[in-house]
């Protein structure tokens, strides 16, 4: 097949244009680079010994957008938009503009080549708090949202409902992340996150680097185990896999799905795994829950496995090693001349 990536020079976006290219599909890059290097793609070529296609334009902006995509494919996967929570909660109109346009004109752009295979990139957020756990795709969705990054996602979904309502052949997979973390085992494809990082794994890796002091684990009483908050850490690569599982199964229709491990995790056994796979202590200090936070987000992915095939294959561990390796061979991410300065 060959594939529109969307978003394509990201985090997911890089590993799932190897994931696909690893598979033998074809992968056009199509990318803003707001929050991106060009840099990815050209590790992505060296890692798959393969030219990529890229077209630089903002998705957004829908007449740039179907006057420079100009080539054929067959089908797209969705991950070009904004995705901090925080700054969603300052910059909404941004964050719906960007995220929500994205969206419809990709929809129209397919609509207007016939091309019906599309897998979109969703988020566990559009669950809000969870009522059971853990959870699964027929989990309620909407209640409780708290941000317009979760909105985004939540409202992208039921743009590409109604619109697969009017054009019956779509065939639409909506797949819903957990929470990615790992690199690809290269070390030259992994997470770089621009300005200060708030998810849990890069700030574990900035402690490890010693770029920071110490982690603020956010909360000790939770009704968990060790008191921490317990996620669902997925490696980036599974997820990938995930992606081109979905791509590949594609029939007319919406169908979601949860992209997770099903292994619930807390702070300190992430902190304790990142300790054994690097070598180096970090520091934390407990301290009070973050404002919306939940104790327990774990996934159900039997559907996934049911349906699709596939299933988390990479341990915790494997995960860890392979972020490190990543942040020790790239301290200062894509941009290496950061290095000498
Ligand atoms: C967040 C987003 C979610 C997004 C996901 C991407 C919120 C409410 N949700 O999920 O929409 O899809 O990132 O990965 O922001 N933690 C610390 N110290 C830190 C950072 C995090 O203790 O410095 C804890 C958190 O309290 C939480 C866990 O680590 O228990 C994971 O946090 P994080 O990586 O930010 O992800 P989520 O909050 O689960």
Known sequence: MRVLLTGGAGYIG?????????????????????????????????????DIPVITVDLSDREATLRKVDCDFDAAVHLAGLKSVVESVAQPNRYYRVNLNATLVLLELLRERSVSNLVFSSSATVYGPPVNSPIS???????GLTNPYGWSKFMSEQIIRDTQRIRPDLAATLLRYFNPIGAHTSGNIGEDPTGVPTNLMPVIAQVASGRREKLSVFGGTYPTPDGTGVRDYIDVMDLAEGHVAALERNTAGVRSYNLGSGVGVSVL?????????????????????????????????????????????????????????????????????????
């Not at 690893?22 to 393969?50: K, M, P, W, Y």
């Open 269 to 341: 056994e992430l902190v304790r795994t990142f300790e054994e796979q690097s070598e180096r202590r970090i520091a934390y200090a407990i301290e009070g829950p973050r404002l919306g936070d939940l104790a327990e987000v774990v996934a159900d992915p039997s559907r996934a496995a049911d349906e699709l095939g596939w299933r988390a294959k990479r341990t915790l561990g494997a995960s860890c090693r392979d972020y490190w390796n990543w942040q020790v061979r790239n301290p200062y991410g894509y941009v290496s001349e950061h290095v000498s300065r």
């Open 14 to 50: 890089s590993h799932t244009a190897l994931a696909l290219l690893e598979r033998g599909h074809e992968v056009i890059v199509l990318d803003d680079f707001s929050n991106s290097h060009i840099e990815a793609v050209r590790r992505i070529e060296l890692v798959a010994g393969t």
């Open 137 to 143: 795709e027929d989990h309620p969705v909407g209640a």
